[in-house]
């Protein structure tokens, strides 16, 4: 066998190793969320932290800011240090385990650097940037993220146009008003749900464009159509826990998988 045809069959080996690997991680996400309840500790509460990078001068788009944040927060879930073996994957699971929950915070200059050094992944969309966390207790939140305000600022909602059909759509419920903020939590959710719904080669092919997809306000007419989508099985829901913002069992974002 020439040097060529080794080494075509090493890449073609590590090709299906990366796949192998991938698929753990997602038919992990895909068991679902929550077993294990909360801890009776306060201080020990689990959440992955996020931050939007909302500068004072020119701040994003909020929907491509929302996008960014849904990418990101499934990006950390998928990433490979938090699957087997992996530096994250002892924090990613306890929180994955316990009660989902997002905290969504907003910094700008040296804040938005400093945020940039601690465990997570960065996802810019459109010059909308958002980072997410690895996940981890309340009471041990990162000085760096801690002392960023968690409300305060939002943006105005924007109208992008028809979203990329390549592209899954995950549709935010306008009749709740949510702040930004909270409406990054829940696209976050959406994210997570919709790529463990997904089939294993789908949900791969989605992270080769590093979890791209679009958020668009749904106004009461279309979120009627949505909810009988996912009641025929064809998109998935967040209900949120009713923390913050919107009553227990709010139906908050429907996400809906590419049509192309």
């Not at 060529?4 to 991680?25: I, K, L, N, Y």
């Not at 459109?126 to 207790?137: C, E, L, S």
């Not at 059909?165 to 990054?184: H, I, Q, T, Y």
């Not at 989508?229 to 908050?252: C, H, I, K, L, W």
Request: net charge negative; hydrophobic share 45%.
């Amino acid at each position: 066998m020439g040097s060529a045809e080794v080494s075509s069959a090493e890449t073609e080996a590590e090709v299906r190793d990366e796949a192998a690997e991938f698929a753990v991680r997602h038919a992990e996400l895909a068991r679902g969320y929550g077993g294990n309840g909360d801890p009776d500790d306060p201080a020990m509460v689990q959440a992955m932290q996020m931050v939007l990078h909302i500068p004072k001068t020119h701040p994003p788009a909020r929907s491509a800011l929302l996008e960014a944040a849904a990418a990101a927060a499934v990006a950390v879930c998928l990433d490979p240090r938090s699957g087997p073996g992996g530096e994250w994957e002892p924090r990613y699971l306890a929180w994955k385990r316990s009660r989902i929950r997002k905290v969504a915070r907003r910094a700008r200059g040296s804040q938005w650097v400093a945020a940039g050094g601690v465990d997570g992944v960065t996802i810019d969309v459109d010059g909308a940037q958002a980072r997410a966390f690895v996940p981890g207790p309340v009471g041990a939140i990162d000085q760096r993220i801690r002392k960023l305000q968690i409300g305060g600022t939002d943006l105005e909602h924007d109208e992008p146009g028809p979203p990329d059909p390549r592209l899954p759509v995950l549709w935010v419920n306008a009749a709740l008003e949510m702040s930004v903020g909270k409406a990054a939590a829940q696209v976050g959710h959406a994210s997570m749900l919709l790529a463990g719904a997904l089939p294993v080669t789908a949900a791969a092919a989605w992270a080769e464009h590093e979890f791209r997809c679009a958020v668009r306000d749904a106004d009461d007419q279309r979120w009627a159509g949505l909810v009988a989508e996912v009641a025929a099985g064809r998109a998935v829901a967040v209900r949120d826990a009713g923390f913050t913002e919107v009553a227990p069992g709010s139906m908050t974002v429907i996400a809906v998988p590419a049509r192309a």
